[in-house]
C-alpha cells in the first residue's frame, strides 16, 4: 500500500501561483509514476501532468507552459508548480501513485482561482 498526502492548495487570485506538494509513504518502491489530476465541480477527474520514475514528464495542453511537475526521490515528494493561475484552473486537485497492478490516491486539495 501507499499513501498519499496533498499540500499546498488555497485561494489565489488569477495570475498568481501556487506549489502543491503530494508525500508518498508505504510500498514507495511500487510506484511507476506520478500524476497529478483535477476535478471541477460537476465534471470529470482529468489528468494534468504526470512524471516517470525515470524523469518523463508529461502535461495536459491546458497546463502546459504554465504548471511545472517535479519529484524529490530522497523527500519521497512530489510537487506541482502552477504559476500563471487562471479561474479555469480552479478544481480538486488529486496525486496519485500508479504501480504495476494498483493505483492509488491522496485525499485532494482545494485550488480556487478568482478572477
Known amino acids: 500500500q501507499v499513501q498519499l498526502v496533498e499540500s499546498g492548495g488555497g485561494l489565489v487570485q488569477a495570475g498568481g501561483s501556487l506549489r502543491l506538494s503530494c508525500a508518498a509513504s508505504g510500498s514507495i518502491f511500487s510506484i511507476n509514476s506520478m500524476s497529478w489530476f483535477r476535478q471541477a465541480p460537476g465534471k470529470q477527474r482529468d489528468l494534468v501532468a504526470t512524471?516517470?520514475?525515470?524523469?518523463?514528464?508529461l502535461y495536459a495542453d491546458a497546463v502546459k507552459g504554465r504548471f511545472t511537475i517535479s519529484r524529490d526521490n530522497a523527500k519521497n515528494t512530489m510537487y506541482l508548480q502552477m504559476n500563471s493561475l487562471k479561474p479555469v484552473d480552479t478544481a480538486v486537485y488529486y496525486c496519485?501513485?500508479?504501480?504495476?497492478?494498483?493505483?492509488?490516491w491522496g485525499q485532494g486539495t482545494q485550488v480556487t482561482v478568482s478572477s
Open positions: 512524471i516517470t520514475s525515470g524523469g518523463t514528464t
Open positions: 496519485n501513485a500508479a504501480g504495476i497492478a494498483q493505483k492509488f
